[in-house]
């Protein structure tokens, strides 16, 4: 079970255990990790559970699909390391992966 921490805009760190297979956003919900909002549940059909990957985490997250890259235009503050975390699913490779949720959402 990979363990992934989730930073807030004020630099709060919460680390949370995670099942395989399930998305980063599922993982945050489950776990009440604050500033993902998750609206449409995890569909991609908003930016209200956006998230900046750590740089060095980029090659392993890999990048967004057009459709994500789309619905990140919702987002504020949008970076080159930006996220959908409902389109990030958890891999035995992720573990230590951190997110940093940004002071608002979309």
Request: one cysteine or more; glycine letters at 8%.
């Amino acid at each position: 079970m990979p363990q992934i921490t989730f930073v807030d805009h004020t630099g709060e760190k919460r680390t949370v255990s995670a099942d395989t297979g399930a998305t980063v956003m599922e993982v945050a919900i489950k776990n009440g990790v604050p500033g993902i909002v998750a609206e449409c549940g995890g569909a991609c059909a908003c930016a209200t559970c956006h998230v900046y990957v750590d740089e060095s985490w980029m090659p392993t997250v890999g990048e967004p699909s057009h459709m994500e890259e789309d619905m990140l235009d919702f987002a504020f503050e949008v970076k080159p390391t930006s996220r959908l975390s409902c389109q990030i699913k958890i891999t035995d490779a992720m573990e230590g992966l951190t997110v940093t949720t940004p002071e608002r959402q979309g």
